[in-house]
T-cell receptor, first 113, second 110 residues
């Protein structure tokens, strides 16, 4: 079954650590996205990609970086985690040529202590 | 700036009733519209897409789009307690990104 995966699902880490949140999809979608969402709050787009070697910053300024070396893989990296990075990070994907419906992964809940 | 307006709620309805959720958007160039359901602590799940004026029905869900008035609505018939969630409205306007509303919380009481 085609799907979108995120690992880890939960992460508690200390300040200053480097972390990478993984996102993979098996749907063959060209476009992928990272959102940040605090509990009870709205979604904020932080990064997106139209395809391999394409990355763009989203509406919300973020200290994270992303890469897109393979179509199915879109990892997000924080070089030095801070408590302000505590949030839920959601990965999504959509196909090219469609009407832009996005499908979300289960999310990673990050806590920086 | 593209905006989506939704009443934050909560919208409370009794089990079996029709829940009506509304959304207005600012970008007249918007082409496609979506409703997502998000349970607390979970990720959004796409439940309806609509691209043309009028109604689109899928099971207990009906999406309604009126481009002239710039609103889209979601009707949930025979509401169940399991429908209790936050419903996010989203639209795109020809680009690959979506603009999401802040969501309306729906509470269905048994």
């Amino acid at each position: 079954e085609a799907d979108i995966y995120q690992t880890p699902r939960y992460l508690v880490i200390g300040t200053g650590k480097k972390i990478t949140l993984e996102c993979s999809q098996t749907m063959g979608h060209d476009k992928m996205y990272w959102y940040q969402q605090d509990p009870g709050m709205e979604l904020h787009l932080i990064h997106y990609s139209y395809g391999v070697n394409s990355t763009e910053k989203g509406d919300l300024s973020s200290e994270s970086t992303v890469s897109r070396i393979r179509t199915e893989h879109f990892p997000l990296t924080l070089e030095s985690a801070r408590p302000s990075h505590t949030s839920q990070y959601l990965c999504a994907s959509s196909r090219s040529g469609g009407l832009y419906e996005q499908y979300f992964g289960p999310g990673t809940r990050l806590t920086v202590t | 700036q593209k905006e989506v307006e939704q009443n934050s709620g909560p919208l409370s309805v009794p089990e079996g009733a029709i829940a009506s959720l509304n959304c207005t958007y600012s970008d007249r160039g918007s082409q496609s519209f979506f409703w997502y359901r998000q349970y607390s602590g979970k990720s959004p799940e796409l439940i309806m897409s609509i691209y043309s004026n009028g109604d689109k029905e899928d099971g207990r869900f009906t999406a309604q789009l009126n481009k002239a008035s710039q609103y889209v609505s979601l009707l949930i018939r025979d509401s169940q307690p399991s429908d209790s969630a936050t419903y996010l409205c989203a639209f795109n306007s020809g680009y690959s990104t979506l603009t999401f509303g802040k969501g309306t919380m729906l509470l269905v009481s048994p």
